[in-house]
């Protein structure tokens, strides 16, 4: 494997999930990789404006063996404006405008899904950050071109399947992470997902609102981050339960993120969208059980044996599973045990030889071009 490679790093949404992604990367990451990003704010100006924002930014890219790029960007506007001095280019797809889910009193932008699908035809590879993303994104995208007035662009759906792969991403876990937390009561269930509404929290509070009602105690902590504008079912439920609140602080050191989670039990996640799901499985290596709904990602993720404990297919299941658990937390130590352990599969050290590879065919299909 060649070492002398240098790669640019363009992250036009450095926070979150993004930002951890693009920092493990890079310390993981036998290759060179410099990163230049943008806050995490503002995402529709920064699908607008982040390529002339870059554009300025990076004076020489020419230099590097080749450019990445996250999916918050007009890939295509970045290599007008660089021309001849661009590096052949690779996008991560962390979601994609075309998958996403709208507030139900919005109508969706077709602008934004349509720069997805600019990004990826101009990039020499595209990379999803899993099985289930790709393949929303290849289920809907005729869906959104048949919707197109004329001339519809059909020929890009093979275009783009061509040259996309999935890589799923890495992540932080400290090498000291201490065995699950034995039960106890009352338990200590996570939500450590940000808190917006593609995030489902409505489903969240209704499922502690059965558990409260039955009479059973339990704690929470709530370590997502959190934005200017938080939706109403997050204040209203945390009002709620204020008594039962240990922590309500997103938590930038991640050192006691992690020592905060793995005071944990249970986690449960109600998302809407999860093309990953990175804290939930930050939070099951941490020693949590988890409770996830089906229909996501998460069957490729968790361990076909514990199925049978984990998923749920909608909101009743997920109450009367949350009471089978908290009753059974004691009989359920091994599975909590073998399931920190199979979420190993995710450490950086494990996932980087996708992502080295993949930068290697980017350089190696930009030089048969010259040849």
């Not at 002339?52 to 020489?60: D, I, M, Q, W, Y």
């Not at 409260?212 to 439920?237: D, M, Q, T, Y």
């Not at 089906?294 to 909608?314: A, G, Q, T, W």
Request: hydrophobic share 40%.
């Amino acid at each position: 494997m060649r070492s002398d490679l240098r790669f640019l790093f363009l992250e036009p949404f450095d926070g979150g999930s993004h930002g951890q992604f693009a920092r493990g990367l890079i310390e993981n990451c036998r290759f060179q990789v410099d990163l230049v990003s943008l806050p995490a704010r503002f995402w529709k100006w920064r699908m607008r404006g982040a390529a002339l924002h870059f554009a300025r930014a990076v004076a020489e890219p020419q230099k590097y063996s080749g450019l990445i790029v996250s999916g918050l960007m007009s890939l295509a506007d970045l290599m007008a404006l660089w021309g001849s001095r661009c590096p052949p280019a690779l996008v991560y797809f962390h979601e994609t405008q075309l998958t996403y889910p709208r507030k139900a009193d919005r109508e969706r932008d077709d602008h934004f899904a349509f720069t997805d699908l600019t990004t990826a035809l101009c990039a020499r590879k595209v990379l999803f950050n899993s099985r289930s993303h790709r393949s929303r994104f290849f289920e809907r995208l005729p869906e959104f071109l048949n919707r197109l007035p004329d001339v519809r662009p059909l020929w890009t759906v093979e275009t783009v399947a061509a040259k996309s792969q999935v890589a799923m991403p890495g992540c932080d876990f400290p090498e000291d992470l201490p065995e699950p937390a034995p039960a106890k009561d009352p338990p200590l269930i996570i939500w450590n997902h940000r808190w917006e509404h593609d995030k489902n929290p409505q489903s969240f509070f209704r499922a502690l609102d059965l558990l409260a009602a039955s009479g059973r105690n339990f704690r929470l902590a709530f370590l997502g981050e959190r934005f200017n504008k938080v939706p109403r079912v997050f204040i209203e439920g945390c009002r709620r339960f204020a008594d039962r609140i240990i922590c309500s602080a997103y938590q930038e050191d991640r050192r006691n993120y992690y020592r905060l989670l793995s005071r944990g039990h249970i986690v449960i996640s109600t998302a809407v969208q999860e093309n990953f799901g990175l804290a939930a499985v930050e939070a099951i290596r941490c020693g949590c059980m988890p409770l996830l709904p089906r229909r996501l990602v998460y069957p490729e993720i968790i361990p076909e044996k514990f199925h049978r404990h984990v998923f749920y297919d909608d909101d009743d299941a997920l109450g009367r599973r949350l009471m089978e658990t908290i009753q059974d937390l004691d009989r359920l130590y091994p599975t909590r045990r073998q399931l920190a352990a199979a979420m190993e599969a995710y450490r950086w050290t494990n996932r980087i030889g996708d992502f080295e590879a993949a930068f290697e065919e980017l350089v190696a299909s930009a030089a048969q071009v010259f040849d």
